[in-house]
């Protein structure tokens, strides 16, 4: 998986001709349509998208080999992954989720805290989720500089500095 990126996901049919409706997770949406041929997850299936137009929560799109709206249909859900060659790359304060799922996340004393298990966004930035033994449930760290200082993809870790009461003490 270290040499595709998830870049949208299949919503549906749109319409009854073979068009999807498409989610994009790419920063500048359309670009999705530029990264070549996406993949299923599995890296099984593979299509060229053309996007037909913009839709409430993102696209109207063709893929190839997909003409009815039961092919489409069956599409539902799946993940849609480009070659992470074909991807920009990034600033140095900027990563990809992919890249930040199972790092070490260690405090500033260098105490291990957990892994990230998945990194969300429900609108207000994003939160590194952090499962590990000795958390009773995964805990949900900012993804700020101030509470992330360093990320070191090279080396598989995170240091953090979670706000007071984040973590449980020992």
Sequence with gaps: MADRV????IAGAFGVKG???LKSFCAEPDAIATYGPL???DGKAEWTVRLTRPVKNGFAARLSGVASKEAADALRGVRLY???DSLPSLP???FYHADLIGLT???TGGTELGRVKAVL???AGDLLEIAGKGLKQPVLLPFTRAAVPTVDITSGRIIADPPDGLFPED
């Design 82 to 84: 480009a070659p992470r």
């Design 92 to 94: 140095d304060d900027e």
């Design 105 to 107: 996340v260690l405090d």
């Design 19 to 21: 068009e999807v409706r």
């Design 39 to 41: 993949s299923s997850e």
């Design 6 to 9: 998830c870049v949208g996901a």
């Design 121 to 123: 966004n429900h609108g």
